[in-house]
């Protein structure tokens, strides 16, 4: 097992934002998988889904992971798109690449963040909320089956939720 952080957790929980505090609080590297996923293909996510379909892009993420295995890149905070710890494939390999810190919200949460977001082709739909209340209860049990950790985001500032993964002693920096 590799020494990274992986930030999993529904879109717009605060992974990209924590991942990159913490990496900076901690002087490490920052990677996120969308942003490798985009680099990669030259186009944006959305373009991805609307060209390419989405079991292309979900290929994407498990090559990328599978990537990160490979190579000697290690202790790195590592921030992966919402819906790759789906694959049950995908939750083997996060748990090899490190600690896996699950960034949890309430669905209300989510939605205030993401309203007027035009980033998330999967919610590009009419009644949003209830779209994130339905993926989010689908997707709960694969969540909580790639974490070693659960960390509630509801109310708490980025420096709050960076702290509490540091207070983790299991892995070292
Ligand atoms: C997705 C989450 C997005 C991105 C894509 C699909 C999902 O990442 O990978 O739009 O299925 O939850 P973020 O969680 O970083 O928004």
Redesign the pocket.
């Known amino acids: 097992m590799k020494n990274n952080v992986i930030l999993i957790g529904?879109?717009?929980c605060g992974?990209?934002t924590v991942g990159k505090k913490l990496a900076e609080k901690c002087q490490l590297f920052f990677l996120d998988t969308?942003a490798w996923i985009e680099e990669k293909e030259g186009i944006t996510?959305s373009e991805i889904f609307a060209s390419k379909g989405e079991t292309y892009f979900r290929d994407l993420e498990t090559e990328c992971l599978k990537e990160l295995l490979k190579g000697n890149r290690n202790n790195e905070v590592i921030s992966v798109?919402?819906?790759l710890p789906v694959r049950e494939e995908n939750q083997k390999l996060l748990r090899q690449l490190g600690m896996v810190v699950y960034l949890k919200a309430e669905p209300e949460t989510i939605y205030e963040r993401l309203k007027g977001d035009t980033t998330?082709?999967?919610l590009q739909t009419e009644n949003s909320l209830q779209k994130i209340k339905d993926m989010m209860s689908a997707r709960e049990e694969k969540y909580q089956a790639a974490a070693h950790r659960v960390i509630m985001v509801d109310g708490k500032n980025v420096s709050e939720i960076v702290s509490e993964i540091q207070k983790e002693k299991t892995f070292i920096f």
């Open positions: 529904y879109m717009g992974k990209s969308d996510i798109g919402g819906g998330r082709p999967l």
